[in-house]
């Protein structure tokens, strides 16, 4: 169940870096957008931190 999990956050971290790089923001600008900070973003993207649904909201209406 944690390998899953963990595949699971990578995998959302992997999808929201590819997306993120092709329309050109940086973490600085993702973060400051989600009033974030740039490690949690960082975090996010290697699979090592998940997000609220709200966040992950967000995220889909930055990108």
């Given at each position: 169940?944690?390998?899953?999990?963990?595949?699971?956050?990578?995998?959302?971290?992997?999808?929201?870096?590819?997306?993120?790089?092709?329309?050109?923001?940086?973490?600085?600008?993702?973060?400051?957008?989600?009033?974030?900070?740039?490690?949690?973003?960082?975090?996010?993207?290697?699979?090592?931190?998940?997000?609220s649904l709200?966040?992950?909201?967000?995220?889909?209406?930055?990108?």
């Amino acid at each position: 169940m944690e390998n899953e999990r963990k595949e699971i956050l990578q995998t959302i971290g992997k999808n929201i870096r590819t997306i993120r790089l092709s329309r050109g923001i940086t973490q600085e600008v993702m973060a400051e957008k989600l009033n974030k900070s740039i490690n949690f973003i960082s975090l996010l993207e290697k699979g090592s931190s998940g997000a609220s649904l709200q966040t992950l909201v967000d995220i889909c209406n930055i990108l």
